[in-house]
């Protein structure tokens, strides 16, 4: 007790919350390697399997309306197929991050990884010509886990799928980084631009590879997938080390 007659609580010793631990499924080298094997399912799905692209659904989108104006409803189931593949892969990879919870062994993206690695081995299987439009529906889906489940890289939005938005990001980046003079935002936007840059180089991949090997050419996005899986048993640490999760 105080000589003021107050009582004096003791003191609680102050707690330092623990750090969240990080995971390198927010790095920019799984970035790179997402972005490189969806612009390698892009140029698999227009070369190898009708001359559509699966991985964003705008076109889709519009072309599912053109065919409704015009009364040719039959073609337009077609294009509906890819854009309910998309959702239901959402909610599939939903589900994954809910079911999973917290892994000892493996983290719920690496699950994610390891669906979109095995759908796309069941499609290496099926022949040229046959069920494309299923072909390129699955294809949809796996895309749609994949974008699903990699949202940032270094806490900017990104996807590994489409580049629309990351050239925005990348341009909006380069303004910030001219005008306001920071050498963070210019670090960011050639960040974007390099993930732009590795959808290209895996498109580029992807031509030769469908010319060569045809409808199994996708085994090697399935490649760049298990690089993925593999990579994300690095776990980071705070001083920018690395060890095994």
Request: aromatic share 12%; with cysteine.
């Amino acid at each position: 007790m105080r000589r003021d007659g107050q009582n004096t609580l003791p003191q609680k010793k102050t707690e330092t919350a623990p750090k969240k631990a990080r995971q390198l499924s927010d790095s920019y080298r799984v970035g790179a390697l997402l972005a490189a094997a969806g612009g390698y399912l892009d140029v698999y799905t227009y070369i190898c399997r009708g001359g559509v692209f699966a991985n964003a659904q705008t076109g889709n989108i519009v072309l599912l309306g053109i065919n409704i104006a015009k009364g040719d409803f039959s073609r337009a189931l077609v294009y509906s197929l890819p854009i309910a593949a998309f959702a239901v892969g959402v909610l599939v990879t939903e589900f994954i991050r809910y079911a999973a919870g917290r892994r000892t062994w493996f983290h719920w993206r690496q699950i994610a990884v390891a669906f979109e690695f095995l759908v796309l081995c069941i499609i290496s299987l099926v022949p040229a010509g046959v069920a494309n439009n299923v072909v390129n529906a699955a294809v949809a889906f796996v895309c749609s886990v994949q974008v699903d489940s990699f949202r940032e890289f270094h806490g900017h939005a990104y996807t590994t799928t489409m580049c629309t938005g990351n050239l925005r990001s990348a341009s909006d980046r380069l303004f910030a980084a001219v005008v306001g003079r920071d050498a963070g935002a210019l670090v960011t936007s050639l960040e974007y631009f390099g993930i732009i840059a590795f959808f290209i180089i895996g498109a580029i991949v992807g031509m030769f590879a469908a010319n060569e090997f045809g409808v199994r050419s996708v085994l090697g996005a399935c490649a760049l997938l298990l690089a993925v899986f593999i990579l994300m048993f690095i776990r980071p640490t705070e001083d920018g080390e690395k060890k095994e999760a």
